[in-house]
Every structure is written in C-alpha cells, then in structure tokens.
C-alpha cells in the first residue's frame, strides 16, 4: 500500500501511539473494524476499449483505551485500494489516505477534552480534517469553549505543508433546556498566503411545545460580507412532524479566494445569489408505516432561474430491520433541461431464512425521466440487488450486490461488488 509521505508519516506515527498506550488503558477496550470491499467493472482508457478494472478498497477503523468513559483512547480511521487490473484506468495502481488518527484524553471535570493528530472539527464555522490539537471544555455553569490549531490536510498535496496552518475555536452561552448560542472564528494559511477567514454565530434555541428553532450565519472576513445563512424550525404537532427551512448563499463569500482548496472554488467571481427554502413533513401512520414529504424551492439571481422540487414516500417496516417504500418525486425549473420525474423502489429484508440460504437481501431501483434530452437520452435507469451472510456470531458479514445502470452517459453499465465486513470489539 503506498501513501503519500505526509500521511504515511502520520499512519505510522498514529498506530505506533496506539500501541504504546498505557498497558492499563488497553486493558479497557480494544476494537477495530476491517471493511473489505472488492468491485468490478468495466471502462475505455487511454490504451484500452472495455478493459475490466478490478479495485480492491480497505477501510480499517482501530479504537482503543477507555472509549465510554473518561480517560486516554487512541482512534484510527484510513483507507487504501489496490488496482488488481492494473490496466490505466487510475493515475495510480495504489492509493490511500489516512481520514483520521488521533490520541483522545477526556475527564469528566468541565468535561475537558484533548485531542491530538489527524481529526475532523465540526463546530460553528470549522468544517475540517486538521493535523494538530484540539481542546475543548466547560468554562463554568453557562460557557464552553474550544480551540483547535495545526494543518489543514485538504492542503498537504500540491506544494507540500510549508506555509499551511489552521486556527480557529468557538465560544458558547448556554442554559440548559432554552438556547445555546455560540460565536465561532476559523482562519486558513496556504503556503504563507491568507486563503480563508470566516466567523460565524450559531443557535438552537429550545420553545414549549416541543418547538425547536436552530440557525448558522457565516461571515467572510476577506470579502467582508456573508457567506451564508441557514435557519430550521422543527415542530411537533401531534403525531406530524414539520421541518420548515430557508438557506441562502453568495457564491463569491461562501466559496472563498482562488488559494482555497474547495473543488468548487471556481464559483467564487461568479456573483450568484441562492436562495433555498422549503420543509419537511413526516406522518407515522399506525406502527408500521411512515409517510413522508419534501417541497424545496431554488432561486438563482444570475442565473435568473427558480426550481421547484416535490417528493413523497411511503414505507413500511417489519420484523427486524425489514423495510421497503417508495418514492415519487417532481423537478420543475424554468430551464427545461433540469425537468424530470424520480421514481424510487427500496427494500431490505433481514426475515429470509427460512426460504432462502442467505441472511438478508436488498434492493433499489430509480427511474429518472428528463422533460428534453442528453445527449440523446431522455432517461435513465439504475438497479441494485445485493444479498449477505453472518458468521462467527454477527462479527462477519459478507454481501455481494450487482448494480446495473443506463442512462445519458453510459449505454449499459453493469457493476459487481463483494464487501467483506469483520468487527472485533472486546473489553479486556
């Protein structure tokens, strides 16, 4: 397995710590999970027409040392994948990439937290895998806060790290029951060069009648303007649950300078406006069934463009884990391109037994129909079957799945894939 020499760095730096912890600390738990999966398929190349690509992925999650109480714990999380083919089809016949690595202190006093190596930090403006340290605890009856520094690794590949820092923490007020407010501050250096600096204010904010109403505002400190504003109220009235909400962003605050890493930097200069909202609604419907439907509503500014999306489903749940519905969706907009029709068939069902020599069996299909053509398609159709076994007491579980798909941009597209799944989870 070869990786980058930033992350094998801190591959084996993170493992090594894990198994150095403190001989009593591993006594307490010890867990890892290996995710297996081998899938098969088959594209045209640079040198080939049809040629099968065969990747094998591994996902491996390690955690160890107190996990459900207070005290020191080390957490892994990567990935790699091996072309058996090897036939051009990726840049690379290998790669891999560590997500997460890091060693974990807690204690119940002011519920202090310390984390230190590669994490992903979702709080107020911070959404990112940093490689540094993060600390968090109470600060007295009505405050908490936290702070977080080190490298952000979405910027480790293209002129390597020199340069690249993260800083950022947030602040919040807060009474137990009624609302929790926090301020937050994230800043981003890319090889010496400011690439991002955001500040945000966050709310929940807790009503009678079990009404709760939440929001998040960010604000571009580069630009001087906001980036984005999402807010929800969720309402239970009697047995229906309503979610309405509204979102609203600039393209040119919200996706940065040209230096940010976002994939989606190029929209930044565009000047567009979106404006999003809608709601949710869910109705159980006796014990068995749920019913639920979506309405969203998209407005461009430049664009000059607004789409209506509408949904319903239906589903019904069994014995165990068995379930199965479906769905009917609308798309409507003033460019005709983006009209279509969704339909949605879902089943899983883990009450097979007794019938078939397997433990559960699932399926999916989705038709998509488009009011004019691509590419002189005007649909496209996608089906997925897959059936699974347990052994050695649920700590194994194997499934092979075929997806078959038609549409736009590929005639026929057939797809194969055997997951193997393993848990080892034991309290020492």
């Known amino acids: 397995m070869v990786m980058k020499k930033s992350l094998q760095c801190l591959f084996w730096v993170g493992l090594l710590g894990g198994l150095l912890l403190p001989c009593q600390t591993l006594a307490a738990e010890v867990s890892f999970q290996s995710d297996t999966i081998i899938r098969g398929f088959e594209r045209n ?189 969720n309402l239970k009235l009697g047995p229906v649950s309503l979610r309405p909400f509204v979102q609203f962003f600039q393209y040119d605050d919200y996706f940065g300078t040209a230096t940010s890493p976002s994939p989606f930097s190029f929209l930044a200069g565009t000047g567009e406006e979106l404006t999003i909202y809608g709601a949710d609604f869910t109705l159980p419907a006796q014990e068995a069934w749920l019913l639920t439907a979506k309405a969203k509503h998209y407005d461009y500014e430049v664009l000059d463009d607004s789409s209506n999306f509408v949904s319903a489903q239906v589903s019904w749940s069994g014995a165990g884990l068995t379930q199965v519905g479906g769905e009917l969706g609308y798309m409507n907009s003033d460019v005709a391109q983006i009209d279509y029709v969704l339909v949605r068939l879902f089943g899983y069902c883990d009450q097979v037994k007794e019938i078939l020599p397997v433990d559960f069996v699932s399926g999916d299909l989705v038709y998509v129909g488009y009011d004019q053509k691509i590419y002189n398609d005007d649909s496209s159709l996608f089906v997925s079957l897959g059936v699974g076994k347990t052994y050695l007491d649920n700590s194994l579980k194997l499934k092979l799945s075929g997806d078959y798909s038609s549409d736009p941009y590929f005639d026929n597209d057939l797809r194969g894939m055997l997951t193997a799944s393993y848990l080892f989870d034991r309290s020492l």
């Open 45 to 233: 190349t640079v040198t080939q027409t049809d040629a099968g690509v065969v990747p094998v992925y591994e996902y491996l999650q390690v955690d160890a040392g107190t996990l459900d109480e207070p005290g020191l714990a080390f957490h892994l999380y990567g990935w790699g994948r091996l072309d058996l083919a090897d036939n051009g089809y990726f840049t690379d016949e290998t790669a891999g990439e560590l997500l997460y690595g890091y060693l974990e202190y807690s204690q119940a006093q002011a519920r202090f937290n310390a984390r230190l190596g590669r994490q992903s930090i979702f709080e107020g403006v911070a959404n990112e895998v940093v490689d540094g340290l993060r600390l968090s605890s109470d600060l007295g009856r009505y405050f908490s806060g936290s702070v977080y520094a080190g490298q952000p690794a979405a910027l480790a590949e293209e002129n390597g790290r020199d340069g690249d820092s993260i800083f950022g923490g947030r602040l919040a007020n807060h009474v137990a029951g009624y609302y929790d407010l926090g301020v937050s501050y994230k800043k981003i250096r890319s090889d010496s060069s400011d690439a991002e600096e955001l500040a945000g204010v966050d709310l929940s904010l807790y009503l009678p009648a079990a009404v709760t109403l939440s929001g998040f505002s960010s604000y571009n400190l580069d630009s001087e303007d906001f980036a984005e504003h999402s807010y929800q109220a």
